[in-house]
């Protein structure tokens, strides 16, 4: 079963009305999407959720070309 998390945050706390209106019919516009995005954050932050660290895949110059095979 998958969670929507809109509705458990719409249920969980009181919003504004644009809040409540995107929560509901989703962004109409790349604004809109900011503000969700925002509006998810804030969801991740009260069930606690911590985003899994990626690992660093950075390399220097030097490393890259004493890789490159000619």
Known sequence: MEIDW???????QSFNKKEEKLLKYGAKS????WYLGALYLR???LKGIKDVERPDL???YKEFVSKKQY
């Open 6 to 12: 809109k509705e458990e945050l719409l249920a969980s």
């Open 58 to 60: 950075q390399s220097t």
């Open 43 to 45: 969801y991740k932050k």
């Open 30 to 33: 790349l604004t809109d999407s």
